[in-house]
T-cell receptor, first 114, second 115 residues
Framework: NAGVTQTPKFQVLKTGQSMTLQCAQDMNHNSMYWYRQDPGMGLRLIYYSASEGTTDKGEVPNGYNVSRLNKREFSLRLESAAPSQTSVYFC?????????????FGPGTRLTVL | AQKITQTQPGMFVQEKEAVTLDCTYDTSDPSYGLFWYKQPSSGEMIFLIYQGSYDQQNATEGRYSLNFQKARKSANLVISASQLGDSAMYFCAMREVNRDDKIIFGKGTRLHILP
């Protein structure tokens, strides 16, 4: 099992460019999440999806869109990248909604916006 | 609104000593779960321990234990007999199933273990 995979691992964009961060999990998990991690700010939730076909805004959704393409895949799109979106992005997944189920994280995508 | 607070940005602890990392949370939901994760310098997120709001006993996992004080909305992580390999960022997180499985994190505490 690959677990949670993210592509790309690194990306440099110019201000105004767009891109999509890909995330896939092979554990048949229902819930998927996108976080960004910035120094001193911890992990902040951007969007999440409790099941295929549903998505919800997290703490910092502005400037992002998501698609839950199917149960396996949850993509994050930056339509017009800004320097403030320079961050490390983590995707995570978790089994069917149960308080005890921990999240499984991908390795992260390091994004720099110039 | 949900909120997780970790008040210690950084801590220095001598090897073999016990260390307590603080976490307070705010929720109006009676049913929730609390998690602690470790993030070493390599960047991966490692699940450490879980505490449910209805659990009668404090959670323990090897050298990790959770000091859960529900009335104070506090869920502190205790690491006994610290090791050099414990140096890392530590995050507290909260899950409320009634919020469509939303999970939020605190800002983290960077722990340094001194030889």
């Amino acid at each position: 099992n690959a677990g949670v995979t993210q592509t790309p691992k690194f990306q440099v964009l110019k201000t105004g460019q767009s891109m999509t961060l890909q995330c896939a999990q092979d554990m048949n998990h229902n819930s998927m999440y996108w976080y960004r991690q910035d120094p001193g700010m911890g992990l902040r939730l951007i969007y999440y999806s409790a099941s295929e076909g549903t998505t919800d805004k997290g703490e910092v959704p502005n400037g992002y869109n998501v698609s839950r393409l199917n149960k396996r895949e949850f993509s994050l799109r930056l339509e017009s990248a800004a320097p403030s979106q320079t961050s490390v992005y983590f995707c995570a997944s978790s089994p069917l909604a149960n308080l005890r189920n921990e999240q499984f994280f991908g390795p992260g995508t390091r994004l720099t916006v110039l | 609104a949900q909120k997780i607070t970790q008040t210690q940005p950084g801590m220095f602890v001598q090897e073999k000593e016990a260390v307590t990392l603080d976490c307070t949370y705010d929720t109006s939901d009676p049913s929730y779960g609390l998690f602690w994760y470790k993030q070493p310098s390599s960047g991966e997120m490692i699940f450490l321990i879980y505490q449910g709001s209805y659990d009668q006993q404090n959670a323990t996992e090897g050298r990790y234990s959770l000091n859960f004080q529900k009335a104070r909305k506090s869920a502190n992580l205790v690491i006994s007999a610290s090791q050099l390999g414990d140096s890392a960022m530590y995050f507290c997180a909260m899950r409320e199933v009634n919020r469509d499985d939303k999970i939020i994190f605190g800002k983290g505490t960077r722990l340094h273990i001194l030889p």
